[in-house]
Structures are given as structure tokens and as C-alpha cells.
């Protein structure tokens, strides 16, 4: 059984300078579309593997990252810290509340939660 078993890898978070243009390359070169966006970043899909990958701009000092949607997010931060994780503070943003952590080996990772259940 899972350790955090409201937890689900949604996707994964690229760092991008130019959101219009990176949004342009991926939807006219990869034929990915638009699935959800807010302000600052956009989840795009691939319409037949339904493969996602979310394009932001903002510095998080890693410029890639595993999304994982925790339903209980404060939850969620405190088991992967008492699995050796590095964590970060919960921050928000615009449709979202985060933290990023990065796994023992350094892989970082976006604990997120949309106000599912927190």
C-alpha cells in the first residue's frame, strides 16, 4: 500500500521564458492542445496518449519537475520529509496551492493541490 495513497503523477512541469511562444511550438509542432491554463502556465494533452505536460513561467530554481496532485497537501509534504525528501514551503498561486520538493536521489517533485481537500 501506497504511503500517500490520495496521491496521483498528473504530469510533467517545464520551465519555459516565453509562454505564448513555447504554447505555439507544442500545439502547432506536437499537436498537443490546451486541456487547463490559469494565469502563468498552461497543461497542455496529447489527444491520443493523453500524455500531459504543463509549460510555466516562473523561476522555482529547477526548470523541470514531476507534477503529483495531493488531495491532502500539509499531509503529503510532512511524509515525504519523514522519507528523507528535501521540502519546500506551501506556496499559492493563482487555482493552486504547492510545495516543491525533491526526492533523496534529487528529483524534483510538485506536490499540488486545487482545493480539492485541503
Known sequence: MSLLPST???????????????????TKVLNMYPAEDAEGWVMLEHPTTHQRVTLFEADLGTPWCVAVRAQHLEEAVEKLAAHGATTGDIFESPGFRASLCFDPSGIPIMLYNQGEDD
Open 8 to 26: 496521483e503523477v498528473t504530469d510533467l512541469m517545464v520551465s519555459v521564458d516565453n509562454l505564448v511562444e513555447a504554447v505555439e511550438f507544442w
